[in-house]
């Protein structure tokens, strides 16, 4: 006997394939419905299992020559199997209790199948629509009903990525001052109006540095965002502007080259440089440093989106001496990505950040967004590679001016 197993959508599809491979003479031994595919255990699709045979003797299944023949012969099988189902369900009826009966089950046919599959494509792009929808009313809030000037205010903070409980905060503030001085409604009164609350929102954030009484500077951050390249830079302004006596250190052992970075700035600067795998190892660094008046500490890049690994990296910034920690963030990631990380390394006390790549951007909305809704205090904005010239202290007026641009024309 030859025995072959058949996976369809639906038993009408199986028939001809059983047909055509083993013959007319075949037999349907066992049918039921399985699910097969999916990811983990989910989104798994219904099927129909069949099981047919035919006895080893037979003969082979002749050619299909009359697509019509054969398309009744299968719609006749579908009757027949509908019909004794029918009948045994009759039966079935007259042997037991109504309150025992159960329905048949239906068999699901192809067309219907199709249907329903075509119907599920349609709503999920329809749920798609209405959530990309949604999210640009969310984030781009209508202003049509606005004067064209308020407008164009709006739409550069978009632009510059604001939040936009920020923007709706400035938006709804600026219409305040203008309800008694209409006068002033043209492009360079609006948008020294936004700069002057601009300012008057960052002034308890801004106008702050590293703490000078700090022996020890950690610095934090996700990978790629340029620490050991920012260390570098205020190591050597500290060490060749101001003489002070530097030393480094490094926990950066994840990432390939990194100690190797990190030293070739401490041979060019003529400082220690000391490596720690483990929180174990940091007494005997503070140690071989101990003649240092200011010490860098640069830490492994992680994904800080995950709340574990900034306590990893937070085990290693303990310390007896008085010390800080910097977070260093840059200005070409996601701005949502920053506030995750900021939001998982403010849990632990850090209060101040650092932003780089200033020259690879023209959107700048990160910033106030942090200072904002986190109350991180900006100290430093690094741009460029050239040690120790591209970074500086972070200047709230300079940086106001960068965010809103130009007043717009009329």
């Known amino acids: 006997m030859r025995v072959k197993r058949y996976v369809v959508n639906a038993l009408p599809e199986a028939l001809p394939m059983i047909r055509s491979e083993l013959g007319k003479d075949a037999v349907i031994l066992n049918t039921k419905e399985v699910r097969i595919g999916g990811f983990m255990g989910m989104f798994r699709k219904k099927k129909m299992e069949v099981i047919a045979a035919i006895e080893s003797g037979a003969p082979a299944p002749a050619p299909a020559s009359q697509p019509r023949q054969a398309a009744a012969d299968v719609q006749r099988v579908v009757h027949a199997i509908q019909e004794s189902k029918r009948q045994a369900a009759t039966a079935t009826a007259v042997l037991e209790p109504p309150e025992l009966q159960t329905p048949p089950p239906s068999i699901p046919t192809a067309p219907v199948s199709q249907t329903i599959n075509r119907i599920n494509d349609d709503l999920l792009e329809e749920i798609r629509h209405i959530k990309l929808s949604l999210k640009q009313l969310s984030t781009h809030r209508p202003e049509v009903d606005k004067p064209l000037v308020i407008q164009a205010l709006y739409s550069r903070l978009?632009?510059?990525?604001?939040?936009?409980?920020?923007?709706?905060?400035?938006?709804?503030?600026?219409?305040?001052?203008?309800?008694?001085?209409?006068?002033?409604?043209?492009?360079?009164?609006?948008?020294?109006?936004?700069?002057?609350?601009?300012?008057?929102?960052?002034?308890?954030?801004?106008?702050?540095?590293?703490?000078?009484?700090?022996?020890?500077?950690?610095?934090?951050?996700?990978?790629?965002?340029?620490?050991?390249?920012?260390?570098?830079?205020?190591?050597?302004?500290?060490?060749?502007?101001?003489?002070?006596q530097i030393g480094l250190i490094t926990s950066d052992t994840y990432r390939i080259a990194a100690v190797d970075q990190l030293r070739t700035y401490a041979n060019i600067l003529n400082v220690p440089m000391e490596v720690v795998f483990s929180p174990m190892d940091l007494p005997k660094a503070y140690k071989q440093l101990e003649d240092r008046e200011l010490i860098y500490m640069d830490t492994a890049g992680r994904n800080f989106r995950n709340e574990l690994h900034v306590s990893e990296v937070n085990s290693l910034l303990q310390s007896n001496e008085q010390s800080e920690t910097v977070l260093v963030l840059s200005l070409t990631g996601k701005t949502k990505d920053m506030m995750a990380v900021a939001d998982n390394f403010v849990k632990y006390g850090v209060s101040k950040v650092l932003f780089t790549k200033l020259d690879e951007t023209s959107v700048y909305g990160a910033i106030f967004n942090l200072a904002l809704l986190y109350e991180l205090k900006p100290v430093f904005v690094a741009s460029g590679q050239t040690v120790p010239d591209d970074i500086g202290p972070f200047d709230a007026e300079r940086y106001v001016d960068a965010l809103l641009g130009a007043p717009a024309d009329e």
């Open 158 to 244: 978009v632009q510059q990525e604001v939040e936009a409980e920020l923007i709706d905060r400035l938006i709804d503030t600026v219409n305040e001052k203008l309800a008694g001085n209409p006068e002033l409604l043209n492009p360079q009164d609006i948008w020294s109006i936004a700069r002057d609350l601009l300012n008057e929102w960052l002034a308890p954030q801004a106008n702050h540095t590293i703490n000078h009484n700090a022996r020890i500077v950690h610095f934090v951050g996700p990978t790629g965002v340029g620490k050991t390249t920012t260390i570098a830079k205020l190591a050597a302004g500290q060490s060749i502007k101001f003489g002070r």
